[in-house]
């Protein structure tokens, strides 16, 4: 496999990294102090055509592949984590969903706007009860007419108080199980459609986390995404994506925190040397050196998969599962680099440390990743 990058990935990188470094880096500190949602920076990432990266021209997307996708989210999460997962969530959880199953009508109405950065996107499955158990999901729809009446609660909404358009996940006929589950797209203004709490978080704190409630919601039946009787196939399928999104993430703070690491260490001056002269150190950073480099390579194999046509679950779940693993691994380290200074706020490796973990938990956590590598596994 060549991992060469062509022109137009180097390109996109220099932009995000220069955009993250010049726009992001100054205040990322304080946005996650104040949890404040980087709406500025947002409308700037649409402009920047970075909200529909993938998306085709015709839509109003940049028409990238796979591997430019996952070097916008490495490079913002490299800086700032929160916008790393509004972007992908957006790009992967939205607009690969609205693109690969809408109808040309939601494409023009939906998919457009979203692309173009002009609105924002959600994805509403979890719900109070219901995690990583997805299919057991207790909010229901049911057919009025020409509508769907939703009614139930969602979870842990990434973008939920900011966004205009939801995919949200309901059931028609608990009985019979996954099957009973319908995609539907809803849009913020609908009657009956409210948000809730607004979570206050560990970490990526200035993303926005919410619950949203749904009181007797009426949408058009028009606004059913994909077939009807494949509701969560169609949940697991933009999932799929989604997770070489969080994959990304992970490397982006992974990358994030080594290389405050290296720097500190070439600076910071113990027994009369820099400490990056200290073996001990030399080893903790040659071991986040060479996990990064794996994720990074875990993660175009499931970008190639995907781009190529082939069956990429298996392979997002193994880029995600040790991605994830890897931005723990050294965002710890590069905390224990800095040693005091590294648990205090002046530095940033404490909120990568932070921000970290919830790439472990979320769009399946580590180890929903481990049943979908096994079932592939037990498969052959
Ligand atoms: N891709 C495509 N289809 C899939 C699939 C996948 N990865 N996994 C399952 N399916 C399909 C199956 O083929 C089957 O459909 P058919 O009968 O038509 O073939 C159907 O879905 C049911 O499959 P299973 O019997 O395997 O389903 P299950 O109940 O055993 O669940 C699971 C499988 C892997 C545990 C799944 O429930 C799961 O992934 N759970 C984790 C949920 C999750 O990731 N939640 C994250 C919330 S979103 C979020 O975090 C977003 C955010 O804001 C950042």
């Known amino acids: ?18 955009f993250a470094e010049k726009e992001l880096s100054k205040d990322a500190q304080q946005r996650d102090a104040e949890e404040k949602f980087p709406k500025e920076h947002v409308k700037k990432m649409g402009e920047l055509g970075f909200m529909g ?15 430019a996708y ?26 690969y969903g609205l693109e690969k199953y809408g109808t040309d009508a939601q494409k023009e109405k939906y998919l457009k706007p979203l692309a173009q950065g002009m609105k924002l996107g959600a994805y509403c499955l979890s719900e109070p009860g219901t995690g990583s158990d997805a299919s057991a999901l207790q909010s229901t729809c049911s057919k009025d007419g020409d509508d769907w009446i939703i009614n139930g609660t969602k979870n842990f909404i990434t973008n939920g108080t900011q966004a205009n358009v939801y995919i949200v996940f309901a059931t028609e006929d608990k009985s019979a199980g996954y099957g009973g ?15 809730g709490r607004k979570e206050k978080k560990l970490g990526i704190r200035s993303s926005d986390t919410c ?24 949940a697991m399928s933009i999932l799929n994506k989604g997770r070489i999104g969080i994959a990304s993430q992970a490397l982006g703070i992974a990358v994030g925190a080594f290389d405050a690491a290296r720097d500190y260490a070439k600076e910071r001056v113990q027994f009369g040397k820099p400490i990056a002269r200290q073996q001990a150190v030399q ?17 175009y194999d499931a970008a190639n998969r995907k781009d190529r046509g082939l069956d990429f679950t ?40 932070r921000d970290a973990k919830i790439t472990e938990i979320y769009e399946g956590t580590s180890e929903i990743q481990k049943i979908v ?8």
């Open 70 to 95: 996952s070097i916008l989210i490495e490079e913002l999460s490299r800086v700032d984590a929160s916008l790393g997962v509004i972007a992908s969530v957006n790009n992967s959880l939205v607009c």
């Open 211 to 234: 619950s949203l409630i749904f009181e007797n919601c009426r949408v058009p039946l028009t606004n059913t995404l994909g077939d009807p009787e494949k509701g969560f196939s169609i």
């Open 53 to 67: 990266l993938q998306v085709d021209p015709s839509w109003g997307g940049g028409g990238m592949d796979t591997v």
């Open 283 to 299: 080893f903790m950073l040659a071991e986040m050196d060479v996990r990064i480099h794996a994720a990074r390579y875990l993660i």
């Open 181 to 195: 589950v319908r995609c539907l797209i809803v849009e913020r203004d609908t009657p009956g459609f409210i948000i």
């Open 1 to 18: 496999m060549d991992f060469t990058y062509s022109e137009e990935q180097e390109l996109l990188r220099q932009t995000v990294r220069d």
């Open 314 to 353: 298996a392979a997002s779940a193994r880029a995600k599962l040790f991605a994830a693993e890897t931005a723990m691994y050294c965002a710890d380290k590069a905390v224990q680099i800095h040693g005091g200074y590294g648990y205090i706020k002046d530095y940033p490796v404490e909120r990568f440390l």
């Open 373 to 380: 590598i096994s079932r592939n596994a037990l498969k052959s």
